[in-house]
């Protein structure tokens, strides 16, 4: 490779490598020391084409999601089974991974710059600006983007848009998956919120069960299906649809617990959901 061989975006690769290295090892311990990540469905990544494949999941930390997504990707992708042990899968990493993040997060300090150079494809949000709702239009160079990124690999998305869980889905999703028709693969996270700030940066709580399902592509119909349907389907598959927000009864609630803790792997958690 020319030493100064660049992506679509411009990305020195060897630069976006060392960055991943060094932000890969760094990271690590978040999911396999302070907490422990427990994943799903590894298998998946390694049946999917090199580039045209969009991931959508629902989100809960800024940068801590994506971080681990790395992770999981670049390991699945060297033969690990639904594990990420032995830092070792980032000698060599997935260099044509992106994820669709707000400008202006990207943008707020050094910090986001750095890992805005490991893969983002910055889009300015059309709902929010600092803080405030606004209304705009959607920029056509931030689809052409998304575009570009997915002719070149894959690219993480997060439909929703935000971290707060249960917000609808962005219709522009779904035009973008009318429009460049990719493999759609819907990925569904937990424990993030409970483990890490808002930012994902700092860890706020240890012993926490993380949890990543990745599942089979979703079956779509490119040319007839409506953009209605296709967010009808990523809310099933991101398990967003309100369908999801359900009382459950005291039987519901015991199974719920005893799954946890047939899946937990560092012991029981201080604290529920509701009381965070």
Do not use: C
Request: proline content about 5%.
């Amino acid at each position: 490779m020319p030493l100064f061989k660049r992506n679509p975006f411009g990305h020195i690769l060897f630069v976006k490598r060392f960055l991943i290295q060094v932000l890969g090892i760094i990271s690590h311990g978040r999911y396999r020391k302070f907490n422990d990540l427990q994943i799903e469905g590894m298998e998946v990544l390694r049946n999917l084409p090199n580039e045209n494949v969009l991931f959508i999941s629902n989100h809960q930390t800024y940068f801590a999601d994506v971080a681990s997504m790395f992770h999981v990707f670049n390991a699945a992708l060297k033969g690990r089974d639904d594990n990420i042990r032995n830092v070792g899968y980032l000698w060599n990493p997935k260099l044509n991974l992106y994820y669709v993040a707000a400008g202006e997060t990207m943008r707020a300090g050094l910090l986001p710059k750095i890992f805005a150079y490991v893969g983002s494809v910055s889009v300015e949000r059309t709902w929010r600006s600092s803080g405030k709702d606004v209304k705009r239009q959607v920029k056509m160079s931030d689809i052409s983007n998304i575009g570009k990124a997915l002719d070149d690999g894959w690219v993480i998305t997060f439909p929703q848009g935000t971290t707060t869980p249960f917000k609808p889905i962005r219709r522009g999703t779904a035009h973008i998956i009318k429009t460049f028709k990719p493999i759609v693969v819907p990925i569904v996270i937990d424990g993030f919120r409970r483990s890490f700030d808002k930012k994902g940066l700092m860890i706020k709580k240890r012993n926490v069960l993380q949890s990543m399902v990745i599942k089979e592509p979703l079956e779509i119909d490119y040319e007839n299906e409506d953009v209605a349907s296709i967010v009808e389907k990523i809310e099933y598959a991101i398990e967003q649809h309100p369908s999801f927000l359900k009382v459950l009864t005291p039987e519901q609630i015991k199974e719920e617990q005893e799954y946890r803790e047939k899946r937990r792997f560092w012991g029981p958690e201080s604290k529920t959901d509701e009381e965070e």
